[in-house]
C-alpha cells in the first residue's frame, strides 16, 4: 500500500524533469455548475498525459544494472510513449507492446521518442502475457501501465500538485479522477486522503465498462470484455490488484459516463476554454458537467488526463458533438 512519504519521493525525482502543470479555471464552467472548478492540466504535461509522472518516476527507481538492460511496457498509447521517452532521457533502451488499433498519433510518438514497437489485437490477446513473454525473452524489466507501486506513486504528485497549488481557497471538497487501470486514482487518492481527510475522491470510467465500479463495490478484480468506448485511455479489462487495494481504502464512489458525456465535455473544453483534450482526459469533466456528482457550493479539483488526440480523430469526435447538460444561469464570461 503506497504512501504519501512515497508521492513526496516521486515529486522529487519528478522535480525539474516533469512539467508543474497549471490548474485551469473557467468561470463558466463554475456558474454552470454551482461549484469552484479546478482542472489540472495534465494533457500539458511531458509527451501529453500524466503517465509520464509514473513512469519516469518508475524508471528512476531502478539500480543502475536494471536500467541498462532496458525496460518493456504495454500500453494503448500514453503509458507507451512515457515508458519510451522516460528510457530515452535516462539513456536507455524501451521495448513497448501496443494493441493494433492504437491511435497513430500514438504510435508515431512512441516510435519517435525512440522505442521499439510490438502490435498485438486488444480483442484476441493478452498484453500483459505478450509483455511478460517479451521481457523475459530480452531480459528487460517490465513497467506495467497502473500495477506498480512507483508507477502510483508518480501518477500521485499530479494530486500533490494540485493540492499545494490551490491551497490558499482551503482544502478540496471533491477530487475527480478519471479511471482505467487505477493507477492515477490510486496516486492521487493517496495524496488527497493524507493531505485532507475530508475530501471525497470519485473515480470515472466510460458506462461501456463499469469494470471499477463493480470491483469497487464487490472488493474483487472484476474482468469484462474490453469495451467499445471512444475513451481509448480506459479501455482496459479490469484493474489491478495494487490499484483496487489502495481504491477501497481511499475512493469514495466510481461514477460512470457515456460517448456522448465525455464528447460534449471535450466541446466545452475546446469552446470554452480552448483546450484540445482526449477522451479520456475529459471523462473526469464529463462527469461533473453531467451530474452524475454533485458540486454545487464545493471546491473541486478534476484532472485532465491527457491530450493525445489526433487532428483528424478530434475533428470527427466533435463533428456532431453534442452539448452539456448543464445549462448556463449567467452569460458566459469565457
Excluded at 20 to 39: A, I, N, Y
Excluded at 221 to 235: E, M, N, S
Excluded at 293 to 316: P, Y
Aim: hydrophobic content about 45%.
Amino acid at each position: 500500500m503506497i504512501q504519501l512519504e512515497d508521492v513526496r519521493t516521486a515529486a522529487a525525482r519528478l522535480e525539474g524533469v516533469a512539467i508543474r502543470t497549471p490548474v485551469l479555471r473557467s468561470t463558466t464552467l463554475d456558474t454552470w455548475t454551482g461549484g469552484e472548478l479546478l482542472l489540472k492540466a495534465e494533457h500539458l504535461q511531458r509527451m501529453g498525459a500524466f503517465k509520464f509522472r509514473g513512469a519516469y518516476n518508475a524508471v528512476s527507481a531502478l539500480d543502475d544494472a536494471a536500467r541498462a538492460r532496458g525496460v518493456c511496457a504495454y500500453s494503448s498509447g500514453n503509458h507507451a510513449q512515457a515508458v519510451a521517452l522516460s528510457a530515452r532521457l535516462h539513456g536507455t533502451r524501451a521495448t513497448i507492446v501496443m494493441p493494433a488499433d492504437t491511435p497513430a498519433v500514438k504510435l508515431e510518438a512512441t516510435r519517435g521518442y525512440g522505442a521499439e514497437v510490438v502490435l498485438y489485437d486488444r480483442y484476441t490477446e493478452d498484453r500483459a502475457q505478450v509483455g511478460r513473454r517479451l521481457a523475459d525473452e530480452r531480459g528487460m524489466t517490465l513497467i506495467p501501465p497502473f500495477d506498480h507501486a512507483d508507477v502510483m506513486a508518480g501518477q500521485g504528485t499530479a494530486a500533490l500538485e494540485l493540492i499545494e497549488d490551490t491551497a490558499d481557497g482551503g482544502p478540496l471538497d471533491v477530487l475527480v479522477v478519471c479511471v482505467g487501470g487505477g493507477g492515477l486514482i490510486s496516486g492521487c487518492a493517496t495524496a488527497a486522503k493524507a493531505l485532507s481527510p475530508t475530501t471525497r475522491v470519485v473515480g470515472v470510467e466510460p458506462a461501456a465498462r463499469d469494470v471499477a465500479r463493480r470491483s469497487l463495490a464487490t472488493g474483487e478484480l472484476v474482468v469484462a470484455p474490453v469495451p467499445t468506448t471512444i475513451a481509448d485511455g480506459q479501455q482496459g479489462d479490469r484493474l489491478g490488484a495494487l490499484t483496487l487495494a489502495v481504491m477501497r481504502e481511499r475512493v469514495d464512489e466510481v461514477v460512470a459516463v457515456t460517448d456522448d458525456e465525455i464528447r460534449a465535455a471535450m466541446r466545452v473544453l475546446f469552446d470554452r476554454l480552448k483546450q484540445v483534450v482526449e477522451p479520456s482526459g475529459a471523462s473526469a469533466l464529463a462527469a461533473v458537467l453531467a451530474g452524475a456528482i454533485d458540486v454545487r457550493g464545493k471546491r473541486v479539483g478534476i484532472t485532465l488526463s491527457g491530450g493525445n488526440v489526433g487532428l483528424e480523430r478530434f475533428v470527427a469526435l466533435m463533428a456532431d458533438a453534442p452539448h452539456p447538460r448543464v445549462s448556463p444561469q449567467a452569460p458566459p464570461t469565457r
